[in-house]
């Protein structure tokens, strides 16, 4: 049975790595989640010094950085049913203002739709 739009983008999620100490993660949290719920997507805020959080995530983060070497601040990992058998869609890296911002994720929903 296939799933409809609706149930894919329930299932369909924005995690976003970063640490404490980044200003440019911190500038970013003042509209991150807003854009990304706003699209309708489930946003995740995962600091890397929240044990807890980061091992739940942890898998999603080394399958898209195995060694953590590219990864950028902050990382946003958009993907598919990120508490089950996830599938990675796309990467945002670093701070961008709003609309760009948006705009990334947006051109990453687009290829895999």
């Known amino acids: 049975m296939q799933r409809t739009l609706w149930e894919q983008a ?18 970013m949290s003042f509209y991150d989640h807003k854009v990304v719920e706003e699209m309708g997507l489930r946003f995740i805020d995962v600091k890397m010094q929240d044990t807890v959080t980061y091992r739940q995530y942890r ?5 898209q950085y195995p060694n953590k070497t590219d990864m950028g ?3 946003y990992i958009i993907c598919d049913q990120p ?13 961008h203002p709003r609309g760009e911002f948006k705009g ?3 051109a990453i929903l687009q290829i895999v739709a």
């Open 10 to 27: 329930m299932e369909r999620a924005v995690i976003k790595f970063s640490a404490e100490g980044c200003g440019i993660c911190h500038r």
């Open 59 to 63: 898998k999603v983060l080394l399958t």
């Open 73 to 75: 601040w902050p990382s």
């Open 83 to 95: 508490d089950g058998e996830f599938q990675i869609l796309g990467e945002v890296k670093g701070g």
């Open 104 to 106: 990334k994720i947006q």
